[in-house]
């Protein structure tokens, strides 16, 4: 009696994890991501141990308009997209730099990026999420999906995955899941 009670109770305390997860997008470690404002489809990693998403940008610049702070750039990623793009300023970001990108004789551990609002489609779910514009040119990945990006999208990231959620194909008004 007892040996069947066991298997029985903890299949009942697993049950609410199994029914979150139902509930959520099953992603590759890889996926195609549209960036509907800038109507460009490009190559995302997925990555669970970073916080935040950050897409390739060159000759970052800031200005002001109409007394707020926005951000002009290139994609680093994409030689098609000669114009500028033009985004408002979300705000300003501290990362944390890499071991080998440290120089010994500064002390500054962390660098500034802007952050943006962009709305990105992966598979069927459309979402706004906060990118930090850096050169990624080096990267065989143009945009990085860190882990808030990730919670926005439900995600579920299996790693032997790629491309599991197909192109994008979303409704033209993004969600602002929390």
């Not at 549209?34 to 998403?53: F, V």
């Not at 800031?62 to 114009?83: C, I, M, N, P, T």
Request: proline share 5%.
């Amino acid at each position: 009696m007892r040996l069947t009670t066991l298997p029985t109770l903890l299949g009942l305390l697993l049950l609410p994890g199994l029914t979150l997860a139902a509930n959520k997008t099953v992603y590759g470690l890889n996926e195609y991501a549209r960036l509907s404002e800038i109507d460009i489809e490009i190559a995302a990693k997925l990555d669970t141990g970073a916080k935040t998403a950050s897409l390739s940008a060159r000759d970052i610049k800031h200005f002001k308009r109409d007394g707020e702070s926005w951000v002009r750039f290139y994609l680093a990623s994409d030689s098609k997209h000669v114009h500028p793009i033009e985004r408002p300023l979300a705000r300003v970001s501290k990362i944390k730099r890499r071991a080998d990108d440290l120089d010994p004789d500064d002390d500054n551990r962390y660098s500034s990026r802007p952050v943006i609002s962009l709305d990105i489609c992966m598979g069927e779910s459309l979402r706004t999420i906060e990118v930090n514009l850096t050169d990624r040119s080096a990267f065989q990945y143009p945009l990085l999906i860190g882990s808030e990006a990730l919670k926005r999208f439900d995600a579920l990231v299996d790693p032997s995955l790629k491309y599991a959620a197909g192109k994008p194909g979303c409704a033209s008004v993004a969600q602002n899941a929390e």
